[in-house]
Nanobody
Framework: QVQLVESGGGLVNTGGSLKLTCVVSGSVFSVAYMAWYRQSPGKQRELVAS???????NYDYTVRGRFTISRDNAKNTLYLIMNNLKPEDTAVYYCNANGISHTGRYQDFDTWGQGTQVTVSS
């Protein structure tokens, strides 16, 4: 099995910064796509930023220029540096990853973390 564990959420003031970390562990053979999503109360989960294993990144327009996604492929770890945070960034942030696992045989995985709360006070 493959597990994702996020960390780094918390409470910050408007204009503050946070760094989220997502570690992929378990029977991982390779990780292809990794992404951060967020969900606030009453809203659908939305893509914040993504990264594929060729280095291509993609950002939602609401965070472009403020957030930076990066990954350490050797550690199967994904990061999200969030600068100039705004109250509308308040949400539970989820990590998502897909790739190939190996538990006796190779198979695809697509796994979510448990989420980490980010709260930005005005």
């Amino acid at each position: 099995q493959v597990q994702l564990v996020e960390s780094g959420g918390g409470l910050v003031n408007t204009g503050g910064s946070l760094k989220l970390t997502c570690v992929v562990s378990g029977s991982v053979f390779s990780v292809a796509y990794m992404a951060w999503y967020r969900q606030s109360p009453g809203k659908q989960r939305e893509l914040v930023a993504s990264s594929d294993n060729s280095g291509r990144t993609n950002y939602d327009y609401t965070v472009r220029g403020r957030f930076t996604i990066s990954r350490d492929n050797a550690k199967n770890t994904l990061y999200l540096i969030m600068n100039n945070l705004k109250p509308e960034d308040t949400a539970v942030y989820y990590c998502n990853a897909n790739g190939i696992s190996h538990t006796g045989r190779y198979q695809d995985f697509d796994t979510w973390g448990q989420g980490t709360q980010v709260t930005v006070s005005s």
